[in-house]
Structures are given as C-alpha cells and as structure tokens.
C-alpha cells in the first residue's frame, strides 16, 4: 500500500484525502492517507498534496515546523507533489507577496486573489493535456500564475495558465479536491512519468 500524506496545517484537508483515496481506487492502487501536521512524517511518504486555503499561513507554519525543507527534499527525490490554489502559491518560485516564503518547487510566478473577479468563485470545464473530457475545475479567489519559466502549461482558462506541471510538481489555480472527479489527483500521482513512484515503473 502507498503512502499519501496531505499538508494539514491548515486549509481543506479532508478533501484532498478523499480525492487522492478515489483516484488511487481508479488506478488499481490502495494508500494510506496521513494528515500531516508536524515535520517527520513526509520521509514516509510516497506522494504530496498541498492544499488550498491561506497561503500566507500555509507558508509560515510550513517554515516555523520544519516542514518545508522535507517537502523540498521529498520533490528533489522526484516523488510527486501536487499543489493547489494556495498550495500553487507556496510551491512557486514567485508568491508576489512578502509573507510568503515560497519553496520554489514549481518554476512560476503567481499573483494572489488576481483570478477572475476578488471574492468570487467560478466552475469552468477545462481542457487538461492527458485527459480525453474536460474537468470541471472549482476556481474559489484563485491565484493567477503571471509567467511560467521551466514548466509546462497542462491547461488554461481565459489565456491565462491555471495548470501546470514542473517534473514532479503538478500545480493548479482551481480545487481538483472539490469534485468526486479525481482525474488530476491521478495525472499528479499516477500518471506523471517523471515521477519515482512504488510499483508504478510504468505509468500509464
Ligand atoms: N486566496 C488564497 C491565498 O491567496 C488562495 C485561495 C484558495 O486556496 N482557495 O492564499
């Protein structure tokens, strides 16, 4: 069984639990989902989601508990990271803002709460590099990503890109934990060739 942990410290965890459990499901694999609040435990995991929520907070407690520097470690051994919206914000290489002390794991730069109009939430249908239908991407005051260095674009809405993917780093502006839909929980882990997964020598 694979071991999945979700970055707990704040923002919607449970969620992204669900999602990476059904997409597991969908690709024949079982794992076991940890909640991860303090530093120790993201050595015994074999893939990351880092969530949404408030990326000035995400990115203080990440630093202030030692959690930061195993998440750098755990993408430098090529093991898969998918982050999302305020999770983009953290992993990129240019928050735009001060408060946050970015990882620079994904080669982008974003401006917070820039998406669309402030406060305001929206459903697009997307079309997503390596999956046959659209996905129906949750945006909720999601960040813009303003330019793309060493990374590829798997989507965009409106010209702008909202999904993107720096090795093993897959990176979105929108919620893919919102929706029974856990197609990008699966491009991010189970179908990323530039990824070390256990037992996935051959991702599809
Ligand atoms: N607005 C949040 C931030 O900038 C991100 C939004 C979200 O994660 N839903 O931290």
Redesign the pocket.
Known sequence: SLTAGVVAVQ?DVEEHAAAIERAATAHGREVTVHEIRDAGIVPDCDLLAM??????T?SRLLHSDGIAPEIEAHVDAGKPLLA????L?VASSDAGDDRVDELGLLDVSVE??AFGRQKDSFEAPLEVTGLDEPYPAVF????AIESVGDAEVLATWDDRPVAVRDGPVVGTAF?PELTPDSRIHGLAFFENEATVVPGLEDPA
């Open positions: 923002g969530p949404g929520g408030e990326s000035t995400i999302t919206c305020a999770g914000i917070r709460n909720i005051r999601a960040p919620h």
